[in-house]
C-alpha cells in the first residue's frame, strides 16, 4: 500500500502526516507513507486543496486534519 500525504510543508500538513504515520503504526499494516511538497507533484495528483491524503492512487481526503481514526477508516477502507 502506498499512502501520500501532500501538502505545503505547513503545521496541518505536518499534522496530518504524523496522524498518517500513528494510524498505520496502530494498524500494523505494511505501508509506504510518503509526504509530498512539490507543488507540481501536487498539482499533477488533481488535489485541489491541501493538506490531502492519497491511499493507493486514489484523493481520499483533502482540506482538512483528519483524524488518526478517520485515517484508519480510509486505511481499512482501501484495503477491501
Known sequence: MEIKVLGSGC??????YQFTLQAVSDLAIDAEVLYVTDMHAIADSGLMRTPGLIIDGKI??????????????LINKANI
Not at 11 to 16: E, G, I, P
Not at 60 to 73: A, F, L, P
Open 60 to 73: 481520499v481526503s483533502y482540506g482538512r486534519v483528519s483524524t488518526v481514526d478517520e485515517i484508519k477508516n
Open 11 to 16: 503545521a496541518n500538513c505536518k499534522r496530518l
